[in-house]
């Protein structure tokens, strides 16, 4: 009784040492950070990285926001492209107890993504930190269908000797195909892709069409199967149709890019010009905050459109807006725009 009545007469003078006014400040403070904290979420979904960027910095500062924001700086920085920044935010924000699936699994995406632009001594490395977060992922949430197809993906794409397996892989997908249909159907495409089951590959792409109408992923996934497979007008025909389906917090980079590839398709196919410049043209104007080396290859299809419409004045406007640094470390861009500027000459 003793050590409760002293507790409660300590906690009673505490309140009563400091002055109201600092009471009312502090909860006004909290409440600031509670909201600047809502607002930076909102601007994130809605892909307004710089405004959330600035949001998630100040809310760092706040002990009872710092884990949160800290994960969505990282997340920033990975949808800028800025894989190493994303990996210190996201590995600052696993220091911080309590870590959640998302946390785990968004590590292990930045270390894939790094896995991918590293020379070979550090891929075995950076392999090890993919399946390391990917499975801490799945434990944290056995039912978190992303972090579940995340370590799908990392079975079957990661040699065998950093870890990869295509039977840990066909269990991991029966685990998704519990959860979630859809997502084990999509999934499903690249498994058959590893196994060189092309034909088969090519049945489930129509089964996803016929199925999924209304999934971005489902039509986008299907129509890079046909484009692959050499069957452009289906991969048209599914391009566009994703590419118009409503925007969605969870399928915005499936619908973006879809118009992207959607007009490249129709680039190459030499048909639809104008929807093809139209939907080019949309892409770019959704992405005019991007880095100039990114917005590289959607500027050259465009100008590349513009040159089969015979417009070479939008051509040459186009291909100037084109990185140049870009271009000297990609050869496969350089020869094909000297390809084309060697016929505007001509």
Known sequence: MDNIFSKKLFDFSISFYFPVSFCIVFIFSANVFASDLQSAISEFNDAHYSQARSLFEAAAKDEGSKNTALYYLGRIAFE??????AKDYLTQSVALEPNSSDEYYWLGRTYGELAQRANLFKQASYASSVHKYFQLAVDADSKNVTALRGLFTFYILAPSIMGGSLEKAEATLKNIRTLSPVDA???TLDYLAK???YD???VQAVLLVKTYP???EALFSAAHVFRNQKQLEAAI???EAASKLPITTQNRFFVETARFHFGETCQWANVRLDDAIASMENYLFLKAG???SDLSWPRWVLAKLYFQKGEREKYQRMRMQIDSDFVKENKWMKEDIEKFDSNIKG
């Open 195 to 197: 196994k060189e089951a």
């Open 237 to 239: 025909v599914n391009f």
């Open 80 to 85: 800028n492209g800025e894989f190493e920044h």
């Open 200 to 202: 088969k590959q090519l």
């Open 214 to 216: 209304e999934s971005a």
């Open 290 to 292: 991007a880095k100039i």
């Open 185 to 187: 159907d999509i999934k």
